[in-house]
């Protein structure tokens, strides 16, 4: 065996010991047993959703009502900014979630006006209001809706991978989904009951801190509006929340708030949110949050003028405490609903990870139960294993002695496959199983390639080792360019697939990856070997 061959075969050696690494671990002495063996595998080779069962959602995100949201914020800043500047006009009101309109606006500052709206506010277009006059309408850009729009969507999709992955579930998929508008696709392989998980994913999480104004709380929501005979007093809202008093006839009994329709802190205010035991009930807990030092310093000086009202901590457009202000707050305070431990935490979870920028709804929703799973995994390891072995039985009779050669690089193919799978992290599916049986096929073909062209060599008369040669040498370009195709149409089903299609074009990849090294490398050295140990007069078994 000459010096060259020794080091193929210890490379060919030391990528097997690699892929083993990768699949099993190092071995332990005494051996593992089987099962362990086994187990350790399963936890190296990660499986998607389909064969360990869990949960699978769409989500769609309502778009719709961040670009309300930012029409509301746009029209208070506009009014604002026009009472600063003393501009006269009979009324400002939001149309629609991109439309404003602001009626008679006094002639002689029309002028002002259009200065404000042009250089305050370039995301909107101004028009004059037809049937109105000295009236405009404002209207949000199409180009700055798709960018609202679009932000929306992957502030949705990144508030709910770090709420999926503070919770600790197995390797969830978070990520948009392009089969419709807006959507977003949550699997969590492995959680049979995603009771808790949906909950985190809805809470909208938006912390709000406003001041109570005086004259409630009330029981209904009626009582409130007769208080004022049925005008609220301007900048006001009415706002749903819980009795804070201990009685047991009382205790969680809806009532009504008057508070300022602004906050004076928000949740993007928000730098810390811990869970902590609430020291008043036994087996209760409280959320001990912080502001930012930016907010704080709004926030000190509005305690300090608010002495002795009540402060509202609002979560989600509910009133959870309405707590006295006693004395000037600069950067932190708590929130107190009696929670138990869970629900403090998941709290404290949803307010760190965001607020999300608007509502979500449910359009789909399936449960994989792990009998599933487990039924998918055993028939594809299945169709997997009689492929292999069919494949195998018919190269050792149809090339004899040489179809074991294509044998052993058929199952070194499949280990560096899947060894490839546990060193990258990638998710084996159940198309992913069906590109690893195709892979089997692809390695099938690339060997009778080469075969073939060994025989028609033999046949020309030439020698063993130089129809070796040619044959691997004339098979090669072939073998790159049906390779070569078919990698690129995985590109594009990668691109532009889901996830069952992506899963599947992911496989056969790293497989046609392994089968030209296999096929190609590894082959031809076992060629080599096996034609180092035979005897020069013996023909070649092919």
């Known amino acids: 065996m000459t010096s060259n061959l020794k080091w193929k075969m210890a490379f060919i050696a030391g990528v097997v010991l690699l892929c083993i690494f990768g699949l099993i671990g190092l071995p332990q002495f ?56 003393n501009i006269r006009y009979e009324e400002a009101r939001r149309v629609d979630d ?39 309408v404002l209207s949000m850009k199409p180009s700055y809706a798709a960018i609202l729009r679009e932000t929306t969507l992957t502030q949705a999709v990144e508030t709910i991978r770090r709420r999926i992955d503070a919770l600790g579930l197995t390797e ?59 005008v ?14 201990r009685s047991a006839s009382q205790a ?30 036994p087996g209760r807990y409280k959320v001990n949050f912080s502001i930012s030092t930016e907010a704080a310093r709004r926030f000190g000086p509005f305690t300090e003028a608010n002495i002795g009202k009540q402060l509202a901590i609002v979560l989600d457009r509910r009133v959870y405490s309405a707590p006295n202000i006693h004395g000037r707050i600069d950067d932190s305070g708590q929130i107190e609903g009696q929670f138990t431990q869970d629900q403090a935490r998941d709290l404290a979870l949803v307010l760190r990870s965001g607020a999300l920028p608007a509502s979500i709804k449910y359009l789909e929703e399936r449960t994989v139960g792990p009998s599933l799973g487990a039924d998918s995994v055993r028939q594809g390891f299945r169709a997997s294993i009689v492929s292999l072995v069919a494949v195998m039985v018919f190269m050792l009779f149809y090339y004899r002695l040489s179809g074991v050669n294509a044998a052993v690089a058929l199952i070194f193919n499949l280990i560096i496959l899947l060894a490839a799978l546990a ?9 992913g199983i069906a590109g690893v049986i195709l892979t089997v096929g692809m390695g099938v073909d690339s060997n009778v390639l ?23 040498d004339r098979a090669f370009l ?5 390779h070569v195709t078919t990698v690129v149409s995985c590109v594009f089903l990668f691109l532009f697939g889901t996830g069952p299609v992506q899963g599947f074009a992911v496989t056969l990849v790293i497989g046609l990856l392994a089968n030209l090294f296999t096929s190609i490398y590894v082959s031809k050295a076992i060629f080599h070997w096996h034609l180092a140990r035979q005897p020069r007069e013996e023909a070649l078994s092919i």
Do not use: C
């Not at 989904?177 to 977003?184: D, L």
């Not at 985190?200 to 029981?219: D, H, N, S, T």
């Open 30 to 85: 005494p051996p593992k047993s089987w099962v362990d063996i086994k187990d350790n595998f399963s936890k190296r080779v990660r499986r998607g959703l389909d064969l360990q069962g869990g949960t699978h959602m769409i989500l769609q995100v309502q778009v719709n009502e961040a670009l309300n949201l930012h029409t509301e914020q746009t029209l208070n800043n506009l009014t604002r900014q026009m009472r600063e500047k």
């Open 98 to 136: 991109t439309h404003i309109l602001v009626r008679n606006v006094a002639a002689e500052q029309l002028g002002d006006f259009r200065d404000l709206v042009t250089g305050g506010f370039q995301e909107w277009d101004m028009a004059p209001a037809a049937g109105e006059i000295n009236g405009f």
């Open 172 to 230: 969830p998929l978070v990520a948009a989904h392009g089969r419709g508008e807006n959507e977003i696709l949550v699997q969590l392989p492995g959680e049979g009951d995603p009771t808790r998980a949906k909950a985190v994913i809805q809470a909208g999480g938006q912390l709000e801190l406003r001041l109570v104004r005086e004259g409630g709380p009330w029981a209904s929501e009626t009582e409130a509006l007769g208080s004022f005979g049925g």
């Open 232 to 245: 609220l007093p301007a900048g006001t809202e009415l706002v749903r929340g819980r009795s804070e008093v």
């Open 252 to 281: 969680g009994s809806e009532i009504w708030y008057l508070l300022d329709r602004l906050p004076v802190v928000t949740g993007r205010d928000l730098r810390s949110a811990t869970p902590a035991p609430d020291g008043t009930i």
């Open 423 to 431: 060193y990258f992290g990638a998710v084996l599916t159940l198309p």
């Open 450 to 472: 080469v075969f073939e062209r060994i025989r028609e060599e033999l046949r020309a008369g030439k020698a063993k080792s130089g129809a070796v040669e040619a044959g691997f």
């Open 478 to 482: 072939t073998i790159i360019d049906t």
